[in-house]
């Protein structure tokens, strides 16, 4: 018998939903994937930025947001994790030209001078109808009226949404709304993405019944992961998505065993 994890987090529900077994590996045997380069791009990005939003807002410039980004990368390791890295589709140059693209096509997005971000990078621990939950915001903004605006940075594609349905691409911002609930009595009328790559936001209006949904599948996760526990069986997905996962690739998956 398996212990379950004492809390779940809007990304290990997710990964759940996605395969049960990569659930496992992950967060019961605690075999970690190795850092990737698309993911050290978007926490690169979304560190610099989180920087520009703490400066006075009429110094949020691009002169800034470059002083910002050479200093996180020389002072702050990141150079060092980059250069550390098993699998490199690119030269550090590539890396830094990437991901100044992303963020300075935060302009596009919004006007940095006229925007006040009211949280960023905000741990919540909640109990969303008893599931205990813990996770970080990316960053909120009160509305005029009182009620708070999630947002999260993308530095990747926008999901086809022949494979990712708009449920299932607002999950974790509703996770959050949940739990900004719980934990602050605060509530949430928008949840937005910022795709920084393509230069475009998407947004969903928060309604009692998006909650509701998003509620059931925390609830019903929560439930499946302790059952998955008690009986040690663990589901394998196989899907064609199994070709980028990282337990496939070390052959210690059950359904990819030679
Ligand atoms: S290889 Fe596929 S089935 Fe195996 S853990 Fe990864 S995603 Fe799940």
Not at 3 to 25: A, M, N, T
Not at 201 to 209: A, L, M, S, Y
Request: glycine letters at 4%; one cysteine or more.
């Amino acid at each position: 018998m398996f212990k379950p994890p004492e809390y779940l987090s809007p990304s290990s529900i997710g990964l759940f939903r996605d395969c049960p077994q990569k659930f496992k590996f992950s967060h019961i045997d605690k075999i970690k994937e190795p850092p990737a380069w698309h993911l050290y791009l978007g926490s690169f990005v979304h560190e610099v930025l989180e920087y520009l939003y703490k400066e006075d807002a009429q110094n949020r410039s691009h002169e800034t947001l470059k002083k910002i980004a050479a200093d996180r990368w020389t002072n702050h390791g990141w150079a060092d994790k980059v250069e550390a890295l098993e699998v490199k589709p690119g030269t550090l140059a590539d890396f830094k030209r990437a991901a100044f693209e992303s963020m300075i096509n935060l302009w596009e997005l919004e006007d940095p001078t006229q925007t006040e971000i009211d949280g960023m990078e905000v741990e919540v621990l909640a109990s969303v109808a008893g599931v205990a939950m813990k996770g970080y915001i990316d960053r909120f903004i009160f509305a005029d009226d009182g009620t708070i605006v999630i947002s999260d940075y993308k530095t990747g594609k926008i999901p086809n949404p022949r494979f990712k349905s708009d449920d299932d691409k607002y999950f974790q911002l509703l996770c959050y709304a949940l739990m900004l609930e719980d934990a602050e009595q605060e509530v949430t009328s928008r949840v937005e993405f910022l795709y920084l790559t393509q230069k475009v936001k998407h947004n969903q209006i928060v309604t009692p019944e998006k909650l509701d949904v998003a509620r059931e599948v925390i609830v019903k996760t929560r439930k499946e992961i302790e059952e998955a526990c008690d009986s040690e069986k663990f589901k394998c997905n196989v899907t064609t998505l199994c070709d980028w996962c990282h337990y496939k690739k070390i052959n210690i998956c059950p359904a990819h065993m030679d």
